[in-house]
Each structure stands twice: as C-alpha cells, then as structure tokens.
C-alpha cells in the first residue's frame, strides 16, 4: 500500500498554528503527553543541568514510582506510594526483585495521588486510592500514570482501582476492576495507563500468564463512572503473550476515530461508540514464542502505525482512508539491534527514535524502515522511561536518574548528560509550559532555563 505524508497526530494537526500548539503544548495531559507520541512543541528548553544549575524546584515524594507527571496548568499530578514504614519487612520472593538487581523497597502500603503547583512544586493535596502495594519484580502499584481534562483528573492504581477527582481533591467517583470483572492476571503487575477520549476513560486489561480470565477493554464516563461499554479482547497467544502493559492510542482521520489496543500476539481497532472491534492484524510474535508480553506502546507517524513488540520484530502498519488495515499493509519490520523492550519510541514528525533498554539510541527513517544513524552508545545503565522529543532533541532517563540529550535530526549528537539525585528512576520525562519535569527516586524536578 502507497502511503501519502499526513499527519495523524493525536488531538492536534502539525497544520496548525503556533499560537494553537503553544497553548496546547503548555499542558502534558498523559503519559505520553499531548500528541500521545512523546512529543512536545515546545522551545527553549534547557540542554544541562544538574543540582544547582536550570532547577526550577524540586518536592520530596514519598516513594518512587514509574507514572509519568501529568501537568495542567498551574497542577502537576504524580502518583507515588506511601512513604516505606522503616519496621515493616522488606521483600524476599522471586517477584520482588529487579531485572538485574536485589530486592528493593516497594515504597508504603497506600496508593497515593499528589497535586503540585507547578509554579514552585507546593504539594497542594495528597488523596489515598486504594492500598496493598506491593513490588512486581520491577514496578509497584503505582505505575499507570494519570490524564487529565484541565478540569478532571483520573487515576488508576496497579491493584484496579479507577478514580476520578476533581482539581481541589474531591473524588468524584471510584471503581474497582478486580471486583467488578475478576483478579488480574499478568506476570509483571498491572501498568497501562488509561486513554481519555471524548469524555469517556477507556481502560484495557491484557492478561493471560496466571488467569483463564478474557482479556478485556472498558469504556467509563468519565463523569459518572457508568459503564458506556465493555468488550472483551480475545487471544490465542499462549502463556505469558497474552500480557500486555500497553496503552491505548486514538487515530484520527477526518470524522472517522479509532481506538488502537495492542498486546496478545495482536493489534487491533476498536469503534469508539462500542468497543466494537473492527480489524485485526498479526504479526507481533511471528514465532509464537511463549514469552512475548508486550510493553512498549503504539505511535503514530504521518499514515504509519508503529507497534513495538518485545524487543523485535517492530510492525510498521500503513492506513488509509477506511482505517482498516490488514496484515497486507504491514510496511515494513524493524528485525534489528537498537529495538526497545521498556521504553516506548518517540518522534520529531519526521523521524522514529528508538531507545533500548541498554541506552542505544537509533534514527530510523519511518518511510523506509531503515537506520539513519545508529545504534549509536549514550550512557552505561538500563533505561526503563520512555524517550520525549522537543525543541531540536530527544531525552530519555536511565534507571540511575541521569538525563540524556541527543539531538534529533539527521546526524547524531550527544549533547549532553545531566545527572540529578538519582536512585531507582523508571519514571519517563514530561514537558509543558517550557519546562522538563523529571522524576526520580526521591524528587520531582522543574527543570528550566534560568
């Protein structure tokens, strides 16, 4: 299939005007911000820091946590555990140890979510969602991050439970996964973050290593809490592939609007009125190996749906004006070094940044489905946050909370390498209003230039 250079942008048109996406890129309403790419039109942005230098503020948080910051306005809102009770036992089993690492403080019992003013960091309220955190080999119950309306913002905690809250703290109504549609059952804890579309929170559970239970995607007014609609999500794939840690992605062309769920050895489209699923495409465990849990999420380039899967192959699938792909308008496969298992790629609208868990950085040309540059080395350390592009340059974070600037284009730069206070950082970085926000294991950082 012949592929045409429109964007497919989520919410906002590369065709717009500055003044538009300046407004629009003032806010980071969801883990993978505005364009639901990683992506941010926003400009000088500073290139360094370090403790002393281009920090805004930085707030204490309880614990660490993998949600991304969500920014609002005047609100940031990050989820975090309670602050570890020193005279509780820390984790022996299996499932609470890190890929390479021992067993690690899971942070305290409750399920927090905090809003901060954005201005000087302030923590304005802290509002307990559920309890009984606990570690999952390399996250705890706080990783899905929030999203937000400007006027609402909803929170999912990795025990299920869905809360809708209002600016000031007030919730507005709660639910329960587990209870309502049975335990969850994926091997690494549950950590997809929810999909805000036109007033409804649209929440998938991929699941099948330790369950017989469907996996399933639901629709909640993101109002009332009612249920618009619930579908189930079926697979063949077989004992830890059905897991996926995914989130959702909307397509838009013209009046037509799609939800994307990928995950369970597939990809799929799925009308928004009804959950209804409307196309199925193959290809994300060729193999059908037993092993392949999905966690990279789907983004979209120009008329290319990229889909990531563990590590390779990575699905390039082209669209046309029905959105209805099949295995046929598969593009290209990415079947090389450089491809992330963790870190969800990103892009400048021209270009695809891959980063892997190593710290290798690639340029890949999307229409061709070739390296431009790269693999090329950054820093030693394994990376688990997702990469963000802006202002001319890509940033990603390692697990030891040191910030890498590469330039985005066709040649490759390192600019630079910032370290902050460090610890256990799998958080991804967000950018609104001109500024970096980086979490850590102990902080939240502002970053902007002085």
Same mark, same amino acid.
């Given at each position: 299939?012949?592929?045409?250079?429109?964007?497919?942008?989520?919410?906002?048109?590369?065709?717009?005007?500055?003044?538009?996406?300046?407004?629009?890129?003032?806010?980071?309403?969801?883990?993978?911000?505005?364009?639901?790419?990683?992506?941010?039109?926003?400009?000088?942005?500073?290139?360094?820091?370090?403790?002393?230098?281009?920090?805004?503020?930085?707030?204490?948080?309880?614990?660490?946590?993998?949600?991304?910051?969500?920014?609002?306005?005047?609100?940031?809102?990050?989820?975090?555990?309670?602050?570890?009770?020193?005279?509780?036992?820390?984790?022996?089993?299996?499932?609470?140890?890190?890929?390479?690492?021992?067993?690690?403080?899971?942070?305290?019992?409750?399920?927090?979510?905090?809003?901060?003013?954005?201005?000087?960091?302030?923590?304005?309220?802290?509002?307990?969602?559920?309890?009984?955190?606990?570690?999952?080999?390399?996250?705890?119950?706080?990783?899905?991050?929030?999203?937000?309306?400007?006027?609402?913002?909803?929170?999912?905690?990795?025990?299920?439970?869905?809360?809708?809250?209002?600016?000031?703290?007030?919730?507005?109504?709660?639910?329960?996964?587990?209870?309502?549609?049975?335990?969850?059952?994926? @091997?690494?804890?549950?950590?997809? $973050? !929810? =999909? #805000?579309? %036109?007033?409804? /929170?649209? +929440?998938?559970?991929?699941?099948?290593?330790?369950?017989?239970?469907?996996?399933?995607?639901?629709?909640?007014?993101?109002?009332?809490?009612?249920?618009?609609?619930?579908?189930?999500?079926?697979?063949?794939?077989?004992?830890?592939?059905?897991?996926?840690?995914?989130?959702?992605?909307?397509?838009?062309?013209?009046?037509?609007?799609?939800?994307?769920?990928?995950?369970?050895?597939?990809?799929?489209?799925?009308?928004?009125?009804?959950?209804?699923?409307?196309?199925?495409?193959?290809?994300?465990?060729?193999?059908?190996?037993? @092993?392949?849990?999905?966690?990279? $999420? !789907? =983004? #979209?380039? %120009?008329?290319? /749906?990229? +889909?990531?899967?563990?590590?390779?192959?990575?699905?390039?699938?082209?669209?046309?004006?029905?959105?209805?792909?099949?295995?046929?308008?598969?593009?290209?496969?990415?079947?090389?070094?450089?491809?992330?298992?963790?870190?969800?790629?990103?892009?400048?609208?021209?270009?695809?940044?891959?980063?892997?868990?190593?710290?290798?950085?690639?340029?890949?040309?999307?229409?061709?489905?070739?390296?431009?540059?790269?693999?090329?080395?950054?820093?030693?350390?394994?990376?688990?946050?997702?990469?963000?592009?802006?202002?001319?340059?890509?940033?990603?974070?390692?697990?030891?909370?040191?910030?890498?600037?590469?330039?985005?284009?066709?040649?490759?730069?390192?600019?630079?390498?910032?370290?902050?206070?460090?610890?256990?950082?799998?958080?991804?970085?967000?950018?609104?209003?001109?500024?970096?926000?980086?979490?850590?294991?102990?902080?939240?950082?502002?970053?902007?230039?002085?």
């Amino acid at each position: 299939m012949q592929t045409t250079l429109r964007s497919l942008f989520l919410f906002l048109p590369l065709a717009a005007t500055p003044t538009v996406a300046q407004e629009h890129d003032a806010q980071w309403p969801g883990w993978r911000g505005p364009h639901a790419n990683g992506t941010s039109t926003a400009t000088g942005l500073p290139t360094t820091w370090s403790a002393d230098e281009n920090v805004v503020w930085k707030t204490e948080l309880p614990s660490w946590s993998g949600a991304t910051p969500v920014v609002w306005g005047e609100r940031v809102f990050v989820m975090s555990p309670s602050a570890q009770d020193a005279s509780a036992p820390q984790p022996t089993d299996a499932s609470a140890r890190g890929r390479r690492g021992p067993s690690r403080d899971p942070g305290g019992d409750a399920l927090l979510l905090l809003a901060l003013d954005a201005n000087d960091g302030k923590i304005l309220w802290t509002r307990e969602l559920d309890r009984g955190n606990r570690l999952w080999r390399k996250s705890n119950q706080t990783s899905p991050s929030p999203v937000t309306d400007g006027t609402t913002v909803w929170a999912t905690t990795g025990t299920g439970v869905v809360t809708a809250l209002d600016f000031e703290g007030a919730v507005l109504w709660s639910k329960d996964l587990q209870k309502e549609y049975g335990a969850f059952g994926m @091997n690494w804890g549950y950590a997809s $973050s !929810p =999909l #805000l579309h %036109d007033g409804d /929170l649209v +929440v998938q559970v991929l699941h099948g290593s330790h369950t017989d239970e469907t996996s399933y995607v639901v629709a909640f007014d993101g109002a009332t809490g009612d249920v618009h609609w619930k579908v189930d999500r079926p697979t063949d794939a077989q004992r830890e592939s059905p897991d996926a840690y995914t989130t959702p992605l909307l397509l838009r062309r013209g009046d037509r609007e799609q939800i994307v769920i990928t995950g369970g050895d597939y990809v799929t489209g799925h009308d928004p009125a009804s959950g209804a699923e409307l196309w199925r495409v193959a290809g994300l465990n060729p193999r059908k190996a037993p @092993n392949y849990r999905v966690v990279a $999420s !789907p =983004l #979209l380039i %120009d008329d290319l /749906l990229i +889909v990531p899967t563990r590590v390779r192959p990575i699905l390039a699938i082209a669209l046309d004006d029905a959105l209805t792909p099949t295995d046929d308008d598969v593009m290209w496969l990415w079947d090389r070094q450089g491809a992330p298992d963790v870190p969800t790629p990103t892009t400048d609208g021209r270009f695809l940044y891959l980063v892997d868990d190593g710290g290798l950085i690639t340029c890949v040309d999307p229409g061709l489905g070739e390296p431009v540059w790269g693999p090329e080395r950054t820093v030693q350390g394994t990376v688990s946050g997702s990469p963000v592009c802006a202002d001319g340059k890509v940033f990603f974070t390692n697990e030891e909370g040191i910030t890498v600037v590469v330039r985005a284009g066709e040649t490759f730069e390192l600019l630079a390498t910032n370290a902050l206070d460090g610890g256990y950082t799998i958080a991804s970085p967000a950018i609104a209003g001109g500024r970096i926000f980086v979490r850590t294991e102990q902080h939240l950082f502002c970053i902007g230039a002085e």
